[in-house]
């Protein structure tokens, strides 16, 4: 298994508390990505990066923010967490944009 | 718009049936991923595919690219089969970036 690892696996916040998920990978991998699952959608993409200090907005980036310091750490925030962000987030890499993607086992967020 | 339609949206087989999920999509790609998820579990990666036909152990991926539809074959199906299978493709425009779009997944139970 590719070495990503997503932490935390839960988090039950309150609506209006900021919340940071991370991503670490072993990889050396340049692509990282930000993907929430939610029922009745497909993944959907939040932000990605294509490198150190790189990042883009994906389909559903709004009230969400990131950052990559370092090649090995992709960070989620939630600047003020909302019951509608309530979803399970996935992280992937992939050595380049077009190669084989690989998944982390997912964070499950609670905004109550 | 779904750009990514899979069918059928749930399966139930028999233990040792052949089982087909179709992925339709309405976009150019340069690639088509086949993912696996188990319930309450990580997304796991089981083929890229940008052509042709591949094939790991009882898992066969086909593409048609003209048709924009690819198929995931399971031959004698086993209950540890039971999953979501989701069918994600990746744009073929500079600017993705690698980003993926994804079906709303398949789910397969298989009983014994």
């Known amino acids: 298994d590719a070495g990503i690892t997503q932490s935390p696996r839960h988090k039950v916040t309150e609506t209006g508390t900021p919340v940071t998920l991370r991503c670490h990978q072993t990889?050396?991998?340049?692509?990282m990505y930000w993907y929430r699952q939610d029922p009745g959608h497909g993944l959907r993409l939040i932000h990605y990066?294509?490198?150190?200090?790189?990042?883009d907005k994906g389909e559903v980036s709004d009230g969400y923010s990131v950052s990559r310091s370092k090649t090995e750490d992709f960070l989620l925030t939630l600047e003020s967490a909302t019951s509608s962000q309530t979803s399970v987030y996935f992280c992937?890499?992939?050595?380049?944009?077009?190669?084989?993607?690989?998944f982390g086992q997912g964070t499950r967020l609670t905004v109550v | 718009k779904n750009e990514v339609e899979q069918s059928p949206q749930n399966l139930t087989a028999q233990e040792g049936e052949f089982i087909t999920i179709n992925c339709s999509y309405s976009?150019?790609?340069?690639?088509l991923h086949w993912l696996q998820q188990h319930p309450g579990g990580g997304i796991v990666s089981l083929f890229m595919?940008?052509?042709g036909k591949k094939k790991h152990g009882r898992l066969i991926a086909t593409i048609n690219i003209q048709e924009k539809h690819s198929s995931l074959h399971i031959t004698a199906s086993h209950p540890r089969d039971s999953a979501v299978y989701i069918c994600?493709?990746?744009?073929?425009?500079?600017?993705?970036?690698?980003?993926?779009?994804f079906g709303k997944g398949t789910k397969l139970s298989v009983k014994p």
């Open positions: 992937a890499i992939s050595r380049m944009g077009n190669t084989e993607a690989f």
């Open positions: 990889e050396n991998h340049r692509y």
């Open positions: 990066s294509y490198g150190v200090k790189d990042t």
């Open positions: 976009v150019g790609i340069s690639a």
């Open positions: 595919l940008s052509s």
């Open positions: 994600a493709v990746r744009l073929d425009y500079g600017g993705s970036q690698g980003n993926l779009i």
